[in-house]
């Protein structure tokens, strides 16, 4: 708790407890809301099981042998240059982009990650409910399989999937084994090509949905991050990128039909802007055979144009959205930067971002607001940069007692303009470098990430080259560089803050209880 003599001081106020004491906090916190209720039925004739004592482990083991050893495995290189040298970039028919990366994995394991991209703005429209419904629906039932027989299907392949998609396009991952990726690959031809839209699955989706937004009302973070969203969204109401209010997304649900899934899967899904990456154990000839065969011919109807989102100069705001009776409060810090990932600062603001609010427990902000001040619960602060254009936004977020907001928002304020106006030591520049390109190594000794990055580059028309000279940029850096790039972009006065809490103060105080009762 962060000091001994805090054990001395509860003695001495218990010491000092009145009856009325008792009183007063018993009626304030042992209320309804605050119940959970559990009843006990003690059983009239209680059945008691008897388990039977070993007599001899050694006897039990006598003459057993275990089983075949899975595959080992091999030692890999995650360096770019070992990356872009295994893998095998191919080119469907229709125009879907394939990358494999065969390498031998422990059990045999293999990954399959795809992309899927579709419509423009002005076809896609006002159908963001029907995109993301379209997307949830497509693991609950095709012309071949049931909900179930999906799973149990799946089961059967020793496969882990999650296929999906929203307005911005269409995803799947999947892990699997080398003797099941053929007929993984066929399973997942049938998931995204046929899927049937049962309206009795649907009603029980939106069901869900629609229970899930009404109990996110009251959700300081939910609501935090909805209104973060509409204030950073440069898009009005009849645009696909529109951010809505909460009652606006539960009256889009409600208004889809199966049709309207139906006719928008048959519009917009297509293997013709399709990235697909396959990484483990695999032959690569049957593996290409086997895509070509489930999406080489799957053609588009509908034109495809990336929706670009542009820089905006955003005025600061100070937003507060009540919940009562909430115990924890939250609030995202936010300012759009003119920086894109293939900015010449992109590296040095990363860098410097990381090191003010990335760590989980030794970045400044987190060291100044839950080790120094012991404000919040947990905090952070993160850069989003486009890959298309020179917009990003810096934010930072904190949960945290309602009653140290003021704290809380002049510890966020005061750590940023440290960092403004002296910058980082020399030692932390060393540690942040190690650290985030040592955790990037890590990642990509995993088949998922490699396949991720692998669809990505195929996407951005990237090579493992842009990597290696992010990272080498990374490495350069020096303290007075990424001070300089913080200076350029990050201003404190700028920043517009989102709150959500009860911050109903003079409430508390009518109610007699103090902090710490």
Do not use: C
Not at 29 to 51: A, S
Not at 89 to 97: D, Y
Not at 209 to 214: D, Q, R, S, Y
Not at 414 to 425: H, I, M, R, S, Y
Request: hydrophobic share 40%.
């Amino acid at each position: 708790m962060g000091d001994w003599r805090l054990l001395f001081l509860t003695r001495d106020r218990i010491e000092e407890v009145t009856v009325a004491d008792v009183q007063r906090v018993a009626e304030y916190y042992l209320v309804r809301n605050n119940r959970t209720e559990g009843r006990f039925y003690p059983t009239e004739t209680p059945q008691r099981v008897d388990i039977p004592a070993l007599a001899s482990v050694a006897a039990m083991l006598e003459g057993y042998e275990g089983r075949e050893g899975a595959a080992e495995g091999e030692a890999f290189d995650p360096s770019f240059d070992n990356i872009a040298a295994l893998t095998k970039a191919h080119t469907l028919p229709v125009g879907t982009q394939v990358a494999l990366l065969p390498r031998k994995t422990r059990g045999a394991e293999v990954v399959v990650q795809l992309e899927m991209q579709f419509g423009t703005a002005e076809s896609l429209g006002t159908q963001r409910a029907t995109a993301n419904l379209v997307g949830a629906m497509l693991m609950r039932g095709s012309e071949k399989f049931s909900r179930q027989q999906l799973q149990d299907r799946l089961d059967e392949l020793q496969a882990n999937a999650n296929v999906n998609g929203a307005i911005s396009g269409a995803y799947a991952s999947v892990v699997t084994t080398r003797e099941n990726l053929r007929d993984v690959i066929a399973l997942l031809e049938e998931i995204l090509r046929n899927p049937v839209f049962d309206a009795q699955e649907l009603e029980l989706l939106k069901a869900s949905a629609i229970a899930n937004l009404e109990a996110s009302r009251q959700d300081p973070q939910a609501i935090v991050n909805r209104e973060a969203r509409r204030f950073y969204s440069p898009w009005p109401p009849g645009h696909p990128y529109y951010a809505p209010t909460l009652d606006e997304e539960i009256a889009e649900l409600r208004a889809v039909t199966a049709e309207d899934l139906k006719q928008f899967h048959q519009q917009f899904y297509n293997g013709a802007h399709m990235q697909i990456a396959v990484v483990g154990d695999m032959d690569e000839k049957l593996t290409l055979h086997q895509l070509q065969d489930s999406f080489g011919q799957w053609g588009a109807k509908q034109q495809f144009e990336r929706i670009i989102q542009p820089y905006r100069d955003l005025k600061p705001i100070n937003l507060t959205r009540e919940t009562p009776d909430k115990e924890n409060a939250t609030v995202i810090a936010m300012l759009g930067v003119p920086v894109g990932e293939n900015h010449a600062d992109a590296a040095a603001l990363e860098l410097g971002t990381y090191m003010f609010g990335g760590g989980f427990l030794n970045s400044r902000l987190v060291t100044r607001l839950r080790q120094q001040d012991g404000l919040s619960y947990g905090s952070g602060a993160w850069l989003n940069m486009s890959d298309w254009t020179d917009n990003g936004q810096f934010s930072a977020y904190a949960i945290f007692a309602p009653q140290n907001r003021a704290a809380v928002e002049k510890g966020l304020r005061e750590e940023l303009a440290k960092v403004l106006d002296k910058g980082f030591t020399k030692e932390e520049i060393t540690a942040a470098k190690s650290g985030l390109l040592q955790q990037g190594r890590v990642d990509r000794t995993q088949n998922g990430n490699l396949a991720d990055l692998l669809v990505n580059n195929l996407e951005l028309e990237r090579d493992m080259s842009w990597h290696l000279r992010r990272e080498q940029q990374i490495q350069a850096l020096t303290a007075e560089q990424v001070l300089a790039a913080m200076q350029r972009y990050i201003n404190p006065e700028s920043l517009a803050f989102v709150w959500a809490g009860d911050f109903r103060t003079e409430a508390m105080k009518k109610s007699g209880v103090k902090q710490g009762d």
